[in-house]
């Protein structure tokens, strides 16, 4: 598997905006909704899948990057994208630095092994 399977080159965010956890989601989620990659209408439902996913345990991963991911029913194959903040986002990481890198994945439930191939090419 390789990058280009999965990420939209069409909804990288090179200048990240959203400054907490939450917003960083929905403006990635967003960007996947504006490339027509996704359905508007599963917007909200999507991020609200990711942010409890997040409860979980916080996919800030260290170093700088996370990445954020969830299985919906709405997708029909894996979709992804990437975001740059050049400026940092809390996001809970597990070595406490700031965010600066992030890589979100939205995978069909029922195709696992594309969700777990995905976050090991990460």
């Known amino acids: 598997m390789k990058f280009a399977d999965f990420i939209r080159v069409d909804a ?23 490339s027509n990659d996704l359905d508007e209408s599963e917007l909200d439902s999507i991020v609200q899948a990711i942010m409890k996913r997040e409860e979980l345990g916080s996919t800030g991963i260290g170093r700088g990057v996370a990445v954020p991911h969830t299985k919906h029913p709405s997708v029909d194959r894996l979709k992804g994208t990437v975001a740059i903040s050049t400026e940092g ?34």
């Open 12 to 34: 990288i965010k090179a200048g990240l905006q959203a400054e907490d956890k939450e917003a960083v989601i929905h403006e990635l989620v967003a960007s996947l909704v504006d």
């Open 89 to 122: 986002v809390d996001f809970d990481s597990l070595d406490g630095e700031k965010v600066n890198v992030f890589f979100l994945l939205i995978s069909p439930p029922d195709r696992p092994v594309d969700h777990l191939r995905a976050l090991e090419k990460i």
